[in-house]
Every structure is written in structure tokens, then in C-alpha cells.
């Protein structure tokens, strides 16, 4: 998709270290991998590292079970990722601040860390509840609904209802919405700032009353 190709520019041609932090199944780890990158993949759930690794060209990359927040062998790293939206699983400003310290601390003195976390000035609960897609699988269809729990400061829990026909399953996340200011903020306690911020893949201007996205490059500093 966009992010993936936006983070194979980023990346650029230098071969790099790179760590992939909510790596998931590695669609974007092994597009950087085959593009010749060192990269590691990160992730909490073994289940996505255990089908990452059977991805063409998964043999690439070295999977490690872990989170943000966990030390990471093989850096420091030049570019680190997080995509997916990944960052805004760390639900609380203690939890965004121990993530940022632990990435900046893998980080080499030259790296950046690029992530994106969706722009809190749209109503997000109001594009989800109730809204439903169909998704097509090689094994059939499945239908994924989402319906919103419960708004916090900064936070907000939902449902995303999985069916394929003849198996229903849930399940409930809680992600964060901070601010541009706020992650700013919280990055300057972890000893990054930020060197740029774009509001789309296409790298367009961000406009914080307009786009869905605040992508976000920080550095040493």
C-alpha cells in the first residue's frame, strides 16, 4: 500500500539497518529486506511473526517477539519504522514516552524514526462505528465491522467483528490520538525532535484540521 512505498523511499538505496517495530505479518519488512536492507522485524504477536516468516523472501529477515518498548539485538539501527498505525497501540503518555526512549536508544546517531498516528482533529469514532468492509480471501470472503466502546482523554476503544460466514470472532483495542504538540513534547523528554511531518504518502503538507495522517520523522537532538 502508500505506507509501504512511502518507507521504501524513505529508506532510499544505501543499505541500512532497519528496524520495523509492529512489523505484523512483514509486508513492509521483506519489500525492504529484497531491496537489500538489514532489517528486523518486531512484533508482540508470534502468530503474525510465525506467518511473516513464511513469506516469499521472509528468510531475509530476523523476526523477534517484542514490543516498543522492549531491547532489541542487532542496532543500532539507521531507520526505524512503525506503521499500521502501531504507534497509537501505546494507549498512555507513559507508555509513548518509554517507547520513544527505548527506540531512541536503538537508534544510531544519524538515524531517524519514522511513524504516523492518525490526526485526532477528525472524528474518528464517528467514521467507525458501524462502518463495515468485505474483504476477499483466498478462502472466501470475511466481513470486518467495527463499532466504538468508549472515548477517553486522548483514547479511543472499539470492536472489530471478524466474519467469514460461519465463524464470528472479536476483538477490542484501545488506541491513543495524541497531538502533534504532545508527541513532541513527549519526544523531547526521550531526546528526539522532529525533522519533518507530512500529512499524507504522497508526502504532502500536514494540515492539522484537515488530514487523516501525522507522519513524523524525529531525530537525535
Not at 521504501?8 to 529508506?11: I, P, Y
Given at each position: 500500500g502508500p505506507d509501504r512505498d512511502f518507507c521504501?523511499?524513505?529508506?532510499g538505496d544505501a543499505r541500512l539497518g532497519i528496524l520495523d517495530i509492529g512489523?505484523?505479518?512483514g509486508a513492509v519488512a521483506v519489500v525492504?529486506?529484497?531491496l537489500g536492507h538489514?532489517?528486523?522485524g518486531v512484533d508482540p504477536a508470534q502468530p503474525m511473526l510465525d506467518i511473516a516468516r513464511t513469506r516469499p523472501g521472509g528468510e531475509a529477515v530476523t523476526w523477534v517477539a517484542g514490543s516498543a518498548t522492549d531491547s532489541v539485538a542487532g542496532g543500532?539501527?539507521?531507520?526505524i519504522l512503525m506503521t499500521g498505525h502501531a504507534f497509537q497501540t501505546l494507549a498512555y503518555p507513559d507508555e509513548?514516552?518509554?517507547?520513544l526512549r527505548q527506540m531512541a536508544a536503538h537508534?544510531?546517531?544519524a538515524g531517524c524514526l519514522i511513524f504516523e498516528t492518525r490526526n485526532p482533529a477528525i472524528d474518528w469514532p464517528a467514521r467507525w462505528h458501524g462502518s463495515s468492509a468485505v474483504c476477499a480471501l483466498p478462502e472466501g470472503t470475511l466481513r470486518v465491522a467495527r463499532s466504538v466502546v468508549a472515548r477517553g482523554p486522548g483514547t479511543v476503544t472499539f470492536d472489530s467483528h471478524y466474519d467469514d460466514g460461519t465463524t464470528r470472532l472479536t476483538s477490542r483495542s484501545t488506541l491513543s490520538f495524541p497531538d502533534l504538540p504532545q508527541i513532541i513534547t513527549i519526544a523531547r523528554t526521550a531526546g528526539l525532535h522532529l525533522s519533518h511531518c507530512w500529512g499524507d504518502w504522497d508526502g504532502g503538507?500536514?494540515?492539522t484540521d484537515h488530514s487523516d495522517e501525522t507522519i513524523l520523522r524525529l531525530v537525535h537532538g
Open positions: 521504501v523511499r524513505q529508506a512489523c505484523g505479518t525492504l529486506a529484497g538489514l532489517v528486523t543500532p539501527f539507521d531507520l509513548m514516552a518509554a517507547g537508534l544510531s546517531p503538507p500536514f494540515d
